[in-house]
């Protein structure tokens, strides 16, 4: 079954740039999308089709895609945007979540 | 504007069987797949199934096949989720998620409920 792999954790200062990584089997041949979990709430859309931002979504979140790997960077980081963020992907017509990034604003 | 209410949830005893819904609103429901996606007590999100928007294709995690069905009366705007065999593995918040198709016809989860939470234990 395909995976997607996300580093546990990362750290950022408020007002610096934070990078999330997300890697799987020619996940640039696929689309990939972030969502941002704060603690007791459902998931949001905050990235789709690798780089793309739903509406109501901050410029400061942008995502890329290239290879084995995508990538959801947060500029300009405020202590709202610490969450657990999570990559997805679609495999054939199922569903696949990465394991997800403790993004800790410090 | 969109909403999606999960009900149903509750305590269970392994063994035992629970059946959860979700009412959505605020767009066509028949128009649009829709998702179940779990998430077990401090862990990540798990997917769990999917029903075409007109109930003709469903697919399932390997962890929940054979033992859950999902199915939708687009009739009452509601995707349901069938829970047989419940194990205490099944413990989580239990959310449902619109799937849409974005103008390159590629997919997105949009827009999720609030969840709810099952928790088997006898």
């Known amino acids: 079954s395909y995976e997607l792999t996300q580093p546990p954790s990362v750290s950022v200062s408020p007002g610096q740039t934070a990078s999330i990584t997300c890697s799987g089997d020619?996940?640039?041949?696929?689309?990939a999308s972030w969502f941002q979990q704060k603690p007791g709430q459902s998931p949001v859309l905050v990235i789709y089709q690798d780089s793309k931002r739903p509406s109501g979504i901050p410029e400061r979140f942008s995502g890329s895609s290239s290879g084995n790997t995508a990538a959801l960077t947060i500029s300009g980081t405020q202590a709202m945007d610490e969450a657990a963020y999570y990559c997805?992907?679609?495999?054939?017509?199922?569903?696949?979540f990465g394991g997800g990034t403790k993004l800790t604003v410090l | 504007q969109v909403q999606l209410v999960e009900s149903g949830g509750g305590v269970v005893q392994p063994g035992r069987s629970l059946r959860l819904s979700c009412a959505a609103s605020g767009f066509t429901f028949s128009s649009y797949g829709m998702h179940w996606v779990r998430q077990a007590p401090g862990k990540g999100l798990e997917w769990v199934a999917v029903i075409w928007y007109d109930g003709s294709n469903k697919y399932y995690a390997d962890s929940v096949k054979g033992r859950f069905t999902i199915s939708r009366d687009n009739s009452k705007n509601t995707l349901y989720l069938q829970m047989n065999s419940l194990r205490a593995e099944d413990t989580a918040v239990y959310y449902c998620?619109?799937?849409?198709?974005?103008?390159?016809?590629?997919?997105?989860?949009?827009?999720w409920g609030q969840g709810t939470l099952v928790t088997v234990s006898s």
């Open positions: 997805q992907a679609w495999d054939s017509s199922t569903v696949v």
């Open positions: 998620a619109r799937e849409t198709l974005t103008d390159e016809i590629v997919q997105m989860l949009d827009y």
């Open positions: 020619k996940l640039g041949d696929k689309y």
